[in-house]
């Protein structure tokens, strides 16, 4: 089938960069991006993008009008395209059967019905979000049931970029995995999504494989990622309690070959729309299986991922003299990750929710999170664990959070500052002027190290870093003895 024109329903961080990309690599043929948000939509029709991703705007403005275009008109899109991606959100169930656990499938559905209601000439649905094993049948299922008697393939192709590199992750990725049905119109199917790829990937980089195994490779990917980080997450608590150094941990270990150097960052804690929900999901058919210890097993990476970001408020609470009642204390960064404007899951609300329940005075700068978003993640957060726990009360949030768009006017008067996002923009700020402004003694908490320790105690600071404490600092953190 000759592909001349590819919709994709989900205008979000994962769609929309994906299409510009295939866009630029595919001039030949239309894409179309739509979504039932309309002011998502027009967002992407001017330059002030929905999705902060470097690189991305000039992408954008290459290909837009050309051959890309943005649209809330769903069934157009449907009709007109011989391939459609399916790319909107699959959260953590929130109600009902599997509730806190299992993905909600709830939009994929509602789609699903929709290109079948929608399409008059045969179809290829790409499965782009990611999704339980064996969804493909269910959407097969759902488009058979509901369609007029066009005949459509459905295949998995999951993403896996990261957010703030997702350009270069498009455009040079590791793998690209496509998965199908054995039969000859399946075979089909999945050569001509490989036909687009293979204009910029090497075709030894397309896999081909079956639908469910494609699928559950991509819960696969995010858990052994997600392991990695609790991996060396749970070691930067050892390093404290022995005065062992995480980040020389982590060097030593990478410099091994068979584990590699990647992902083995000390950090407040993982965060990101994917890897907790994609565990918990794993985690829910396990179960579903009958797999009690496999589910235990990666349920341990979520409960120290909750452990490290627990412990890290914990330690601000400890250290500022167990108490940090109307005390100012600013957070520099609430993005999940540097170089987006994601904050799902950002390690940045958990820390920042439990200090409001100890009731400090937060004041808060990240370059790109809109302030909307920042109380939005407070007054709507969920813990896995306790999902009937309420959050706290919007007037009480807004009492205690202060958002600035400058970072020296979140730290005066501050009797803390904790650096929660990777942002590069931090190592260059004027330290001593920070210094300066704060209450004495000011402490720092550097959940990310990336703040020269050295220098930042010459300027003053009391430090804590992630996995680098020693009895000295200890003690050092500690002015009234321990
Ligand atoms: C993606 C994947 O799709 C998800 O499975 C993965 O785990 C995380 O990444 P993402 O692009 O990050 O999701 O989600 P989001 O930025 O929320 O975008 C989804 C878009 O789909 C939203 O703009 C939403 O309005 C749209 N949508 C949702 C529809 O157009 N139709 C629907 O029925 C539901
Ligand atoms: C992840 C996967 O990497 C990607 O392949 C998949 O498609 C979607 O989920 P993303 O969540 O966008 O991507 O970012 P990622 O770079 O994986 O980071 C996830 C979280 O782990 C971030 O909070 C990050 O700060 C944290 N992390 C990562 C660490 O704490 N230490 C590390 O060494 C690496």
Not at 438 to 465: H, S, T, W
Request: net charge negative; aromatic share 8%; proline share 4%.
């Amino acid at each position: 089938m000759k592909i001349r024109r590819v919709a994709c329903i989900g205008a979000g961080y994962v769609g929309g960069p994906t299409m510009a990309v295939f866009a630029d690599k595919c001039p030949d043929v239309d894409f179309c991006v739509v979504d039932i948000d309309p002011e998502k939509i027009a967002q992407w029709n001017t330059d002030d993008l929905p999705v902060f991703e470097p690189g991305l705007l000039e992408v954008v403005k290459r290909v837009r009008g050309r051959n890309l275009s943005f649209s809330t008109d769903i069934d157009e899109a449907i009709d007109s395209a011989e391939m459609i991606l399916l790319a909107v959100n699959t959260p953590t169930k929130e109600y009902g059967v599997g509730r806190g656990m299992a993905a909600d499938l709830k939009f994929v559905e509602r789609c699903a019905r929709q290109i079948g209601r929608a399409a008059r000439t045969n179809k290829i649905v790409v499965e782009k979000s990611t999704l339980p094993v064996r969804t493909a049948e269910a959407i097969r299922t759902i488009l058979d049931s509901c369609s007029n008697g066009v005949r459509f393939q459905v295949l998995s192709n999951p993403e896996f970029l990261a957010e703030g590199t997702a350009i270069r992750d498009l455009l040079e990725p590791d793998r690209v995995l496509i998965g199908g049905d054995e039969s000859p119109e399946g075979a089909a199917a999945i050569e001509a999504l490989a036909g687009l790829y293979e204009r910029w990937v090497a075709p030894d980089r397309i896999i081909r494989t079956r639908v469910w195994s494609s699928e559950l490779s991509k819960l696969t990917a995010n858990a052994f990622l997600a392991q990695r980080v609790s991996s060396i997450n749970a070691m930067s608590a050892l390093c404290e309690a022995t005065g062992a150094d995480v980040d020389e941990i982590a060097k030593s270990v990478g410099m091994d070959s068979r584990v590699g150097p990647k992902f083995l960052k000390a950090s407040v804690g993982f965060g990101g729309s994917c890897f907790q929900k994609d565990i918990l999901n794993l985690i829910y058919l396990c179960r579903h299986y009958g797999l009690e210890e496999v589910a235990r097993y990666w349920e341990q990476v979520i409960r120290l991922n909750d452990y490290q970001k627990r412990r890290f408020s914990k330690k601000v609470v400890q250290t500022l003299f167990n108490t940090v009642s109307d005390k100012k204390i600013a957070v520099f960064g609430w993005a999940f990750k540097k170089d987006t404007n994601d904050s799902r899951e950002s390690a940045a609300i958990y820390i920042a929710d439990d200090l409001l329940r100890d009731q400090a005075a937060l004041q808060v700068y990240d370059p790109r999170v809109s302030p909307k978003r920042i109380v939005h993640d407070l007054v709507s957060v969920k813990r896995w664990d306790d999902w009937d726990r309420p959050a706290l009360p919007e007037d009480e949030i807004r009492s205690r959070l202060t958002i600035h768009d400058d970072p020296y006017a979140a730290v005066k008067d501050a009797h803390a500052v904790l650096v929660l996002t990777e942002w590069d923009e931090f190592t260059g700020y004027d330290w001593k002027r920070i210094h300066d402004t704060m209450q004495k003694p000011a402490f720092l908490f550097d959940g990310r190290n990336i703040l020269g320790r050295k220098a930042m105690e010459d300027i003053g600071f009391c430090v804590y870093q992630v996995g680098k404490g020693t009895p000295d600092d200890a003690a050092s953190l500690e002015p009234w003895g321990r």
